[in-house]
Structure formats: C-alpha cells, structure tokens
C-alpha cells in the first residue's frame, strides 16, 4: 500500500489531508501530539478530530510523536522508507503572538521540526513529495508597505497602476522587514524546504498561505480570524478587533482547495517551488464586512436572529499585522494549467463555518 506522512494530522489542513489521501487509498500515518492545547488551551485541542479520523479511515495511523523528536520521527520513516510517497508537513505552532512567549519552543517546533522531517526524507524517501505548509508572514510587514493600498468604506483595497484590484505574488521580498517571531521560524522552515529541493534535488515545495480556514478550524483568539470570529458572533460573544479600524483585507482559502493544489503539486513535482496560496480576490474580506456577511448568513438561517453588533476595535493593531493581504495565485496557475481555481466561494465557506459552529454548541 502506498504511504504518506501528515504532520499535524488531527488539526485543520493535516486532517482535511489525511480525509483527502485515505479517499484515495493511501496508507496515512498521521504524527500529532495535540500540541495545539498546550499553545492555546485545551477548547483549541484537536485530539477529538483524531478519534474521528480513525472511525472514518481504516487506514489511517495516528501517531503521538513530537516533531521535535529526531528519534521518534525516524522510527516512523525507518519502517515505511521508499513505501513514504508524499510527506504533507503541516505541523506548527502557528501564532504569533504565542512565539513572543516562548521563541525557543516557537523554533523548535517551526524550524528544528521541519529539518528533522527533511532530513528523514532524504535519508529514507528522497523520492518522495515534500509540501510545507508555510506562511505569508515570510514577507513580514512588507505588504503595508505597498503604495496602492486605499482605505475606502469598509475595507483597505490594493489597485495596480491601472487601476485594477491587485494582489501579491511571490516577487516579493522576505527581507529587510518586521516578521515577528513566529514569521521568522517560519522563514527558517521556508528556506530549508526550498534548498532541500534545490540542494539535493528533492521534490519539495513551501505553500505560503494566509487564511486557510474551513468548517474544520479551532479558531482561537490568537488565531484562525475568520473562525473565531464566527463562533463569537453564533455563541453572542463580544470580539476586540486589533486596529485598522476592522478593515484590514484577508483572502480566504477552504481547506479541501488547498489540499486539492497540494495533489496537484503531487502529480508533478518540482524542486523547491514557492507559491502563495490563498482564496484570491474574490474570496477577500475585511473585519467589518466579515460581521455584516455572517449577521445576513445566520438571518437567513435563523428565522429569530437578532443582528450581532458586539465588538471594539482597540486602536494599536497587532505587531507586524497586515493591511491588505490578498493571494495572486498566477504562478500556480501557470505550474498546474489544468488545476481550475478556486472552487468553494467565500460564502458557501462562510456558511459551512456557522452551521458546524450551531451544531457544537
Ligand atoms: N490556518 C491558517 O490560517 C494558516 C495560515 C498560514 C499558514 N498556516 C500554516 O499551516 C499549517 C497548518 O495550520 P493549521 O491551521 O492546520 O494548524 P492547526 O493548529 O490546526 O494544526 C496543527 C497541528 O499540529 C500539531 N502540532 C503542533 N506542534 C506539534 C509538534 N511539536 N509535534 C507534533 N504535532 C504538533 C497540533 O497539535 C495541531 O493539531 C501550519 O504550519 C501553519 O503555520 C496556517
């Protein structure tokens, strides 16, 4: 049976990985030790969707292992070796704010985790397809910097010189910028990923992503916006918007659509690609307008919904945060001409989220 690795296999894109391979009759060894319940406390654990997992997928092998751990890592890859095909690695400590608590274990588990599984591919399974789930905060806050950003009613919007709605792409510089300190493990990971596919030639790629979210993600207040925010709004409780007035921009991607890019990349892999991958323009929003599109949602929903209106937006927004961060997905496009875009609209997403988030609580 052919075997794939997914790293952080019970969180929001690991499991949405493992639910994606199992359907297409891989053997998937999933390696997670919950951590995200040490990050950000045990409502945010993903240790649940592991028991569903093992209900749905007979083959599905979960295993409690720290990325950190060389050791352990290696008997996994030391049992499977040429068997291993594909190594999703999406395990991470992923906020920043959490990092400026503790670096060391920030880098750890983003840096030194995402060597110890190159490592043991090269070692074991230099064949294999290598996908990092890295970050768009390896541009730091370049993106603020960018001069066609426009404040309008609700929301910050990028034109180009010709007056068109922009995005960014993966011209940009991650240099010479305020990454924080979770962006510059993540920078660490990134540029590990790229030179083990052009070092040593392995099929390897870093999917810089912004907002990947889906009916899956434990939104926490340090993470997941979109996410949270819904459950605040479905449980009625109040929310602080961190600056820019609630119109910062972010594009949103479900997770089924990036896993679906990650089998694309699969079925033709290059050495150490880089693409931003997100929901692109038309699946772009801002704080304010999140509100107003989940009130219309759960309106039309909830024939006794009273319009939801409790939050603050503290004035400092938080260290390094965007203003307007939108994918340009061109150069995917061009890699995987027959990939056809994005498929789940931000409001079929949008009212995936409420539905799980009604039916939780
Ligand atoms: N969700 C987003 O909006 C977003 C945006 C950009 C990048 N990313 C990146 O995508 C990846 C996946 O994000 P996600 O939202 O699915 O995260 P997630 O927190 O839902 O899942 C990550 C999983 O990794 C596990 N994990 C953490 N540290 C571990 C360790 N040391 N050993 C083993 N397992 C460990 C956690 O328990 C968790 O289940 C991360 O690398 C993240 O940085 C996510």
């Not at 594009?251 to 880089?274: C, E, R, T, Y």
């Amino acid at each position: 049976m052919r075997i794939a690795i997914v790293t952080g296999s019970n969180g929001l894109i690991g499991s949405q990985s493992v639910a994606f391979l199992s359907e297409r009759g891989y053997k998937v060894i999933g390696i997670d030790n919950d951590m995200r319940s040490y990050f950000f406390g045990k409502d945010a654990s993903t240790k649940e969707t592991e028991e569903s997992l093992k209900w749905d997928f007979p083959n599905f092998r979960p295993r409690q292992i720290d990325i950190r751990n060389y050791k352990h890592l290696e008997e996994i890859f030391s049992l499977y070796r040429e068997r291993i095909e594909i190594v999703i690695h999406t395990a991470a400590q992923p906020s920043h704010d959490w990092a400026a608590k503790e670096p060391l274990t920030d880098f750890e588990v983003n840096a030194l985790g995402t060597l110890n599984l190159l490592e043991l591919s090269r070692q074991h399974c230099s064949n294999a397809t290598f996908i990092f789930t890295s970050t768009n905060k390896v541009y730091g806050d370049t993106p603020n910097r960018l001069p066609g950003i426009i404040e309008e009613e609700k929301r910050y919007q990028l034109y180009d010189e010709r007056g068109n709605k922009a995005a960014i792409d993966e011209s940009m510089s991650i240099d010479n910028s305020l990454h924080s300190v979770f962006g510059a493990s993540k920078v660490a990971a990134d540029i590990m990923v790229q030179e083990y596919g052009k070092y040593f030639g392995m099929n390897t790629a870093c999917f810089r992503g912004g907002c990947l979210t889906g009916p899956q993600h434990k939104g926490a207040e340090l993470h997941g916006f979109l996410s949270y925010l819904i459950k605040c709004i479905v449980k009625r409780k109040p929310y602080t918007i961190f600056g820019y007035k609630g119109k910062q921009v972010r594009d949103n991607i479900h997770s089924l659509d990036l896993v679906n890019m990650f089998w694309h990349f699969h079925s033709d892999p290059k050495q150490g690609a880089v693409y931003n991958v997100g929901g692109g323009i038309e699946n772009s929003i801002s704080i304010l307008e999140a509100i107003d599109i989940v009130n219309d949602i759960c309106r039309e929903m909830i024939p006794e919904w009273k319009d939801w209106k409790d939050y603050s937006i503290a004035e400092i927004p938080r260290s390094g945060d965007h203003i307007y961060y939108v994918t340009d997905l061109s150069k995917f496009k061009k890699d995987f001409p027959e990939w056809t875009g994005i498929t789940i609209s931000l409001k079929s997403l949008i009212s995936e989220m409420i539905k799980k988030e009604i039916h939780n609580s």
